[in-house]
T-cell receptor, first 114, second 114 residues
């Protein structure tokens, strides 16, 4: 399972775009990059996933360079309700004909300031 | 709307008691997981199951057992609860055909062992 490195915490003002970068130097060919959001006292929520280039949905964008050794989660115009912990995961549950254990790590704690 | 439910949001037990935490998903998912989450340690995988009656140890299985008699239900059992098992317990499920790490989480059970 590819090890990931992301900042422990970030602060941002309301209305700004926030970019959280995750490093995953030993990503494997079949691995996907998945991001979760977790609010206090709740379970994590899947927000976006990608394999290469750019993925966008109604919540966020995910930028993946050609070498796939890092990825950037972009949250447009954050609000106070985006204050949460964001986790980056790399791997593939369905890959390799078997199963991979999931490691969430400690994530990035984003604090949005009024 | 997809849903993973857990039997209790809050639970208080005494040392030595047998504790059952139940998780039910309504998405017909093959895979189900139990995690615990502690401050500063992120989410850690206890056990997972990829089919009825099948189970695999995660990173921290000691002191826990699991049961999966039906596809939609996955139970976590603490045979003899100890104070170091005080934690937030999260259940998740995923489809075996899903690439990457898209999982659906329940709301969590905050267990206190006195």
């Amino acid at each position: 399972l590819a090890k990931t490195t992301q900042p422990i915490s970030m602060d941002s003002y309301e209305g700004q775009e926030v970019n959280i970068t995750c490093s995953h130097n030993n990503i494997a060919t079949n691995d996907y990059i998945t991001w979760y959001q977790q609010f206090p006292s709740q379970g994590p929520r899947f927000i976006i996933q990608g394999y290469k280039t750019k993925v966008t949905n109604e919540v966020a964008s995910l930028f993946i360079p050609a070498d796939r050794k890092s990825s950037t989660l972009s949250l447009p115009r954050v609000s106070l309700s985006d204050t949460a912990v964001y986790y980056c995961l790399v791997g593939d549950l369905a890959g390799s004909g078997g199963y991979q254990k999931v490691t969430f790590g400690t994530g990035t704690k984003l604090q949005v300031i009024p | 709307d997809v849903k993973v439910t857990q039997s209790s949001r809050y639970l208080v037990k005494r040392t030595g008691e047998k504790v059952f935490l139940e998780c039910v998903q309504d998405m017909d998912h093959e895979n189900m997981f139990w995690y615990r989450q502690d401050p500063g340690l992120g989410l850690r995988l206890i056990y997972f199951s990829y089919d009825v009656k099948m189970k695999e140890k995660g990173d921290i299985p000691e002191g826990y057992s699991v049961s999966r008699e039906k596809k939609e239900r996955f139970s976590l059992i603490l045979e003899s609860a100890s104070t170091n098992q005080t934690s937030m317990y999260l259940c998740a499920s995923s489809s075996s055909g899903t690439r990457g790490y898209e999982q659906f989480f329940g709301p969590g059970t905050r267990l206190t062992v006195l």
